[in-house]
């Protein structure tokens, strides 16, 4: 099994920065797509960034050229920096993975734990 644990949450004032840490773990065979999604109270989660292992990325509209998703394959590490942030921008981050955990396996999703991000003067 792949487990995940978050890093970087808290409070932030608007303006202000963040990055966020998801460090995969576990049985890994291969990592695909990895991602950030996020749950405001009230509200539906709802992808925040996404990043394929070839590299492609997908961004909500609403976070375009604020937020920066990366990851760094040999820690199985991903990030997500995050400029300018607005109080919209206040919810629980969850980390998402599509992957294998053995070479027989199936790619199935994993989730970490969430970590919250509060954005408020």
């Known amino acids: 099994q792949v487990q995940l644990v978050e890093s970087g949450g808290g409070l932030v004032q608007p303006g202000g920065s963040l990055r966020l840490s998801c460090a995969a773990s576990g049985s890994i065979f291969r990592i695909y797509t990895m991602g950030w999604y996020r749950q405001a109270p009230g509200k539906q989660r709802e992808l925040a960034a996404q990043l394929t292992d070839a590299g492609n990325t997908n961004y909500a509209d609403s976070v375009k050229g604020r937020f920066t998703i990366s990851r760094d394959n040999a820690k199985n590490t991903m990030y997500l920096q995050m400029n300018s942030l607005k109080p919209e921008d206040t919810a629980v981050y969850y980390c998402?993975?599509?992957?294998?955990?053995?070479?027989?396996?199936?790619?199935?999703?994993?989730w970490g734990q969430g970590t919250q991000v509060t954005v408020s003067s």
């Open positions: 998402n993975v599509l992957a294998r955990a053995t070479v027989l396996g199936v790619p199935s999703d994993y």
